[in-house]
């Protein structure tokens, strides 16, 4: 016993020191944390004064400023902005306000989605791409489908991705028509928004990257495998349509890819036969999109 106890005195003396190092540790980080949050808070007053009595270039640094610091009340010392008769700064207003909740943040860019600036419409658009309230989707389809820019029509697009079904028929309507060197970028990303909005009905996540990889197929997320297919009409009607989009040799290398994943995001097993055949595409990423495309669709009865 004589032996052990220099020992266990030893062990017990190392185990405080450690122990005091978590407990200055701990202090310290508290210290710095109640330290940050006050600066924080500081700095988004300087901001703010800024946003509402600087020059432009004053504004816009205050705004990317403000957006850096990806808090609620951050993005709300924005707000003022919106309304600023520049449209340079109306517009980096609206990516600086995205750290407001989803309610907030749908209301406050709804009426930029009409900006007579079309700069400030895109960005408004693009700002929303996230939103799930469902709040600004109609003025979404209206940008999509009557905006005479067509970068505006596409961040319209892109924005409608977020999960509303009820854009997916606007959405069928842009790649129903005929491609053109014009309209590539609006065409591929409404095939991917229909598909993202398909995940979202079924209930998996919402990808936002083609393909998710070339990993083996125990790597890749197959939950939608167990979900039902999206079957409303329109998510039907979408099939009809990408099915053709995908398979026609005029459609960019893009589109027909996003095709392919809108057909594997919907799940109808119409698309067996098509994601199947394409499995060796001298296109890689086709093929292992159609891949990923199979892997989503629900198991046969």
Not at 88 to 100: D, E, G, H, P
Not at 206 to 233: C, G, I, W
Not at 239 to 250: D, P
Request: charged share 25%; glycine share 4%; hydrophobic share 45%.
């Amino acid at each position: 016993m004589g032996t052990d106890a220099p020992r266990d005195t030893a062990r017990f003396m190392k185990q405080t020191a450690f122990n005091n190092q978590l407990r200055i540790a701990s202090f310290l980080f508290m210290l710095f944390a109640c330290f940050a949050v006050t600066t924080s808070g500081q700095d988004i007053e300087k901001l703010a004064e800024l946003v509402r009595t600087g020059s432009t270039e004053q504004k816009r640094d205050s705004l990317f400023d403000l957006r850096n610091l990806r808090t609620a009340a951050a993005s709300r010392a924005a707000v003022p902005a919106l309304s600023d008769a520049d449209a340079i700064v109306r517009a980096t207003a609206a990516s600086s306000i995205v750290f407001l909740p989803e309610t907030e943040l749908a209301v406050y860019l709804r009426p930029l989605l009409s900006d007579k600036d079309a700069f400030v419409r895109r960005e408004a658009a693009y700002s929303l791409r996230n939103d799930r309230t469902g709040i600004a989707t109609s003025a979404l389809i209206k940008l999509l489908l009557e905006d005479s820019v067509m970068e505006v029509r596409t961040a319209a697009a892109v924005a409608l991705g977020s999960g509303d079904s009820s854009a997916v028929e606007a959405l069928t309507r842009i790649l129903a028509k005929k491609p053109k060197d014009d309209n590539e970028f609006l065409r591929r990303s409404a095939a991917r928004s229909i598909g993202q909005i398909a995940e979202t009905v079924r209930g998996g996540r919402r990808q936002n990257v083609t393909p998710q990889d070339f990993l083996p197929e125990k790597f890749k997320y197959t939950a939608l495998a167990d979900m039902p297919a999206a079957s409303a009409p329109q998510f039907r009607q979408a099939v009809t349509v990408l099915l053709k989009v995908a398979a026609n040799s005029k459609e960019t290398d893009d589109t027909r890819r996003e095709a392919a994943f809108a057909l594997g995001g919907i799940g109808d097993r119409s698309a067996v036969a098509f994601l199947t055949a394409n499995l060796t595409n001298k296109d890689t990423y086709l093929a292992e999109i159609c891949r990923e495309a199979l892997l989503k669709l629900p198991k046969p009865e």
